[in-house]
T-cell receptor, first 117, second 116 residues
Framework: AQKITQTQPGMFVQEKEAVTLDCTYD???????LFWYKQPSSGEMIFLIY??????QNATEGRYSLNFQKARKSANLVISASQLGDSAMYFC??????????????FGRGTSLIVHP | ETGVTQSPTHLIKTRGQQVTLRCSSQ?????VSWYQQALGQGPQFIFQ???????GRGNFPPRFSGLQFPNYSSELNVNALELDDSALYLC???????????????FGNGTRLTVT
């Protein structure tokens, strides 16, 4: 089974509008972290936002917020007031416990976001 | 603050050859991990190094190996290259390693390897 599922291969949004990128995850570990990264065409992965499994409040970082629904195992990224520079690939990732006490990161297949002027 | 840097940016090799990719971690970070990102896919974890020792490994064969140096920089070595090894190889550093689930990874721009 996929650990991280991103069901939207591509999304389009008008500049200045909000957009939600979906992410569902699968784990039986009570302790885990959820992350979103942005990958422009240059290739670098840029950390956007983090949500811990025990966090009661949804994480926010500027125009980014994470809609964390633990019972549904979803961690959707919301980008408010989209900008042209937001056009990129977006990856959802999870760190959960593996053997030996380490937390191996697993990434989804990504969603391509295109912001139209 | 110096970010993560990787070299070279692009590389073309022939099947069966060996390749070494290099990574300098962000200042203050003692942990380096490597990822393979095939076209159209998300990054896949190869392994991590903490204090010069391998500390966590993904589902990759032994011909993928690495080193970490005292200054926390790292190398990824791939022997007996196969066509399927063609990918973007990303290096990431962090300050707390894989023993913590809440430390974000800071990535370099990657090395694009093409195997012909």
């Amino acid at each position: 089974a996929q650990k991280i599922t991103q069901t939207q291969p591509g999304m389009f949004v008008q500049e200045k509008e909000a957009v939600t990128l979906d992410c569902t995850y699968d784990t039986s570990d009570p302790s885990y972290g959820l992350f979103w990264y942005k990958q422009p065409s240059s290739g670098e992965m840029i950390f956007l936002i983090y949500q811990g499994s025990y966090d009661q409040q949804n994480a926010t970082e500027g125009r980014y917020s994470l809609n964390f629904q633990k019972a549904r195992k979803s961690a959707n990224l919301v980008i408010s007031a989209s900008q042209l520079g937001d056009s990129a690939m977006y990856f959802c990732a999870m760190r959960e416990a593996a053997s030996g006490g380490s937390y191996i990161p697993t990434f989804g297949r990504g969603t391509s976001l295109i912001v139209h002027p | 603050e110096t970010g993560v840097t990787q070299s070279p940016t692009h590389l073309i090799k022939t099947r069966g050859q060996q390749v070494t990719l290099r990574c300098s971690s962000q200042s203050g970070h003692n942990t380096v991990s490597w990822y393979q990102q095939a076209l159209g896919q998300g990054p896949q974890f190869i392994f991590q190094y903490y204090r010069e020792e391998e500390n966590g490994r993904g589902n990759f064969p032994p011909r993928f190996s690495g080193l970490q140096f005292p200054n926390y920089s790292s190398e990824l070595n791939v022997n007996a290259l196969e066509l399927d090894d063609s990918a973007l190889y990303l290096c990431a550093s962090s300050s707390r390693g894989l023993s913590s689930y809440n430390s974000p990874l800071h990535f370099g721009n990657g090395t694009r390897l093409t195997v012909t």
